[in-house]
Protein backbone atom coordinates (compact mmCIF):
# COMPACT_ATOMS: atom_id res chain seq x y z
CA UNK A 1 0.00 0.00 0.00
CA UNK A 2 3.31 1.96 0.66
CA UNK A 3 3.84 2.06 -2.52
CA UNK A 4 0.40 2.76 -4.28
CA UNK A 5 0.41 5.92 -1.89
CA UNK A 6 3.68 7.36 -3.58
CA UNK A 7 1.97 6.92 -6.89
CA UNK A 8 -0.86 9.01 -5.98
CA UNK A 9 0.60 11.66 -3.67
CA UNK A 10 4.26 12.28 -5.20
CA UNK A 11 2.74 13.88 -8.48
CA UNK A 12 0.36 16.71 -6.55
CA UNK A 13 3.25 17.00 -4.16
CA UNK A 14 5.87 17.60 -6.86
CA UNK A 15 3.05 20.31 -8.30
CA UNK A 16 2.90 22.14 -4.86
CA UNK A 17 6.31 22.57 -4.10
CA UNK A 18 9.50 22.99 -5.76
CA UNK A 19 11.74 20.37 -5.04
CA UNK A 20 15.21 20.87 -4.34
CA UNK A 21 17.26 17.19 -3.33
CA UNK A 22 20.95 16.82 -2.97
CA UNK A 23 22.81 14.13 -2.18
CA UNK A 24 19.94 11.61 -3.08
CA UNK A 25 22.73 9.18 -3.55
CA UNK A 26 24.07 8.94 -0.19
CA UNK A 27 21.26 6.71 0.30
CA UNK A 28 22.06 3.07 0.00
CA UNK A 29 20.19 1.44 -2.91
CA UNK A 30 19.64 -1.53 -0.06
CA UNK A 31 20.51 -2.64 3.07
CA UNK A 32 19.51 -1.03 6.04
CA UNK A 33 19.19 2.48 6.83
CA UNK A 34 18.07 5.15 9.21
CA UNK A 35 17.02 8.11 7.88
CA UNK A 36 17.22 10.66 10.12
CA UNK A 37 15.80 14.40 9.47
CA UNK A 38 14.44 17.48 11.36
CA UNK A 39 11.09 18.44 11.77
CA UNK A 40 9.18 21.71 11.68
CA UNK A 41 6.26 20.72 9.36
CA UNK A 42 3.03 18.47 9.04
CA UNK A 43 4.40 18.33 5.33
CA UNK A 44 7.56 17.04 6.49
CA UNK A 45 6.34 13.14 6.41
CA UNK A 46 5.28 13.18 2.82
CA UNK A 47 7.84 15.21 1.31
CA UNK A 48 10.45 12.72 2.93
CA UNK A 49 8.56 9.55 1.67
CA UNK A 50 8.27 11.56 -2.36
CA UNK A 51 11.92 12.52 -1.81
CA UNK A 52 13.58 8.83 -0.98
CA UNK A 53 13.69 5.95 -3.70
CA UNK A 54 13.02 3.74 -0.84
CA UNK A 55 10.26 2.71 0.47
CA UNK A 56 10.16 4.02 4.79
CA UNK A 57 8.69 2.92 7.59
CA UNK A 58 8.26 5.83 9.77
CA UNK A 59 8.21 6.02 13.51
CA UNK A 60 5.48 7.94 14.48
CA UNK A 61 3.38 8.92 17.33
CA UNK A 62 1.33 6.66 18.59
CA UNK A 63 -1.20 8.93 19.16
CA UNK A 64 -2.01 8.59 15.45
CA UNK A 65 -3.72 4.96 15.90
CA UNK A 66 -6.14 6.51 17.91
CA UNK A 67 -9.09 5.04 15.83
CA UNK A 68 -9.70 1.61 13.93
CA UNK A 69 -9.93 3.40 10.47
CA UNK A 70 -6.33 5.16 11.39
CA UNK A 71 -4.63 2.52 12.79
CA UNK A 72 -5.99 0.22 9.49
CA UNK A 73 -4.28 2.63 7.39
CA UNK A 74 -0.82 3.33 9.67
CA UNK A 75 -0.60 -0.57 9.59
CA UNK A 76 -0.93 -1.18 6.38
CA UNK A 77 1.62 1.83 5.18
CA UNK A 78 4.25 0.52 7.24
CA UNK A 79 4.54 2.85 10.10
CA UNK A 80 5.67 1.82 13.94
CA UNK A 81 4.05 3.32 17.12
CA UNK A 82 5.93 5.22 19.31
CA UNK A 83 5.10 6.70 22.40
CA UNK A 84 7.28 9.49 22.58
CA UNK A 85 6.62 9.63 26.46
CA UNK A 86 7.21 5.97 27.42
CA UNK A 87 8.44 4.11 24.73
CA UNK A 88 7.75 0.23 24.26
CA UNK A 89 9.99 -2.87 23.91
CA UNK A 90 7.22 -4.19 21.62
CA UNK A 91 8.34 -0.83 19.21
CA UNK A 92 11.65 -1.08 19.32
CA UNK A 93 11.70 -4.76 19.50
CA UNK A 94 9.46 -4.14 15.74
CA UNK A 95 12.06 -1.98 14.61
CA UNK A 96 14.96 -3.64 15.22
CA UNK A 97 13.43 -6.14 13.47
CA UNK A 98 12.69 -3.85 9.99
CA UNK A 99 16.16 -3.11 10.05
CA UNK A 100 17.56 -6.71 10.57
CA UNK A 101 15.51 -7.19 7.96
CA UNK A 102 17.17 -4.82 5.64
CA UNK A 103 14.55 -2.14 5.48
CA UNK A 104 14.79 1.59 5.69
CA UNK A 105 13.15 3.63 8.45
CA UNK A 106 12.94 7.19 8.69
CA UNK A 107 13.12 9.03 12.58
CA UNK A 108 12.68 12.60 13.27
CA UNK A 109 15.43 13.65 15.68
CA UNK A 110 13.50 15.64 17.64
CA UNK A 111 10.38 13.25 18.31
CA UNK A 112 8.09 15.88 17.91
CA UNK A 113 7.87 19.03 15.54
CA UNK A 114 10.24 22.28 16.42
CA UNK A 115 11.16 25.02 14.64
CA UNK A 116 14.91 25.01 15.47
CA UNK A 117 17.45 22.51 15.83
CA UNK A 118 18.75 22.23 19.48
CA UNK A 119 21.12 19.82 21.22
CA UNK A 120 18.83 19.38 23.95
CA UNK A 121 15.71 17.99 21.66
CA UNK A 122 17.95 15.67 20.35
CA UNK A 123 16.43 12.05 21.23
CA UNK A 124 18.54 9.11 21.93
CA UNK A 125 16.02 6.22 20.53
CA UNK A 126 17.77 7.12 16.73
CA UNK A 127 21.62 6.28 18.80
CA UNK A 128 20.13 2.73 20.22
CA UNK A 129 18.44 1.39 16.41
CA UNK A 130 21.99 2.34 15.01
CA UNK A 131 23.50 0.20 17.17
CA UNK A 132 21.00 -2.39 18.02
CA UNK A 133 19.74 -3.07 14.55
CA UNK A 134 23.94 -2.23 13.05
CA UNK A 135 22.51 0.32 10.74
CA UNK A 136 24.18 3.76 9.10
CA UNK A 137 22.56 6.80 9.79
CA UNK A 138 22.01 8.94 6.75
CA UNK A 139 21.34 12.83 8.30
CA UNK A 140 18.57 15.00 6.69
CA UNK A 141 17.65 18.46 6.82
CA UNK A 142 14.16 19.91 5.20
CA UNK A 143 14.47 23.20 4.79
CA UNK A 144 10.76 25.43 3.27
CA UNK A 145 8.02 28.09 4.77
CA UNK A 146 5.61 25.06 2.72
CA UNK A 147 3.54 27.72 1.14
CA UNK A 148 2.20 26.72 -2.26
CA UNK A 149 4.44 27.00 -4.98
CA UNK A 150 7.59 27.46 -2.64
CA UNK A 151 11.24 25.80 -2.86
CA UNK A 152 11.42 22.60 -1.15
CA UNK A 153 15.14 21.66 0.12
CA UNK A 154 15.97 18.61 1.04
CA UNK A 155 19.41 17.99 1.84
CA UNK A 156 20.83 14.34 2.50
CA UNK A 157 24.29 13.92 3.76
CA UNK A 158 26.52 11.16 3.97
CA UNK A 159 25.87 8.19 5.85
CA UNK A 160 27.12 7.91 9.62
CA UNK A 161 28.35 4.42 10.98
CA UNK A 162 28.54 3.64 14.24
CA UNK A 163 30.01 0.17 13.73
CA UNK A 164 32.27 0.62 16.68
CA UNK A 165 29.66 0.22 19.06
CA UNK A 166 27.53 -2.72 17.80
CA UNK A 167 27.87 -5.98 19.88
CA UNK A 168 29.21 -4.27 23.18
CA UNK A 169 27.07 -2.80 25.90
CA UNK A 170 26.40 1.01 25.53
CA UNK A 171 25.96 3.23 28.25
CA UNK A 172 23.29 6.51 28.10
CA UNK A 173 26.27 9.34 28.14
CA UNK A 174 27.37 7.56 24.61
CA UNK A 175 24.05 6.89 23.11
CA UNK A 176 24.03 10.19 24.07
CA UNK A 177 27.20 11.55 22.02
CA UNK A 178 25.95 9.49 19.02
CA UNK A 179 22.79 11.22 18.99
CA UNK A 180 24.46 14.81 19.21
CA UNK A 181 26.82 13.83 16.18
CA UNK A 182 23.62 13.06 13.95
CA UNK A 183 21.85 16.27 15.12
CA UNK A 184 25.28 18.24 14.32
CA UNK A 185 25.24 16.37 11.20
CA UNK A 186 21.42 17.58 10.39
CA UNK A 187 22.66 21.27 11.45
CA UNK A 188 25.39 21.07 8.96
CA UNK A 189 22.75 20.35 6.14
CA UNK A 190 20.34 23.44 6.92
CA UNK A 191 19.93 25.28 4.03
CA UNK A 192 20.55 29.60 4.22
CA UNK A 193 17.33 31.17 5.22
CA UNK A 194 17.74 33.69 2.73
CA UNK A 195 17.56 30.81 0.12
CA UNK A 196 14.43 28.70 0.79
Not at 26 to 42: D, F
Not at 66 to 94: C, H, Q, Y
Not at 114 to 129: H, I, P, S, T, Y
Request: a positive charge; glycine letters at 6%; hydrophobic letters at 45%.
Amino acid sequence: MYKFAKIVVSPFYRLLFRFKITGRENVPKTGSVILCANHTSNQDVLVLAVASRRSLHFLAKHELWKTKKLAWLFDRLGAVPINRENPSMDSFKRTVALLKDGRAIAIFMQGGRREELNQDDAKAGVALFAVKGKSPVVPINISSDFKVFSKVYINIGEPISFEDYWDKKIRTEQLNEIAGRVMDAISSLKTPAAAV
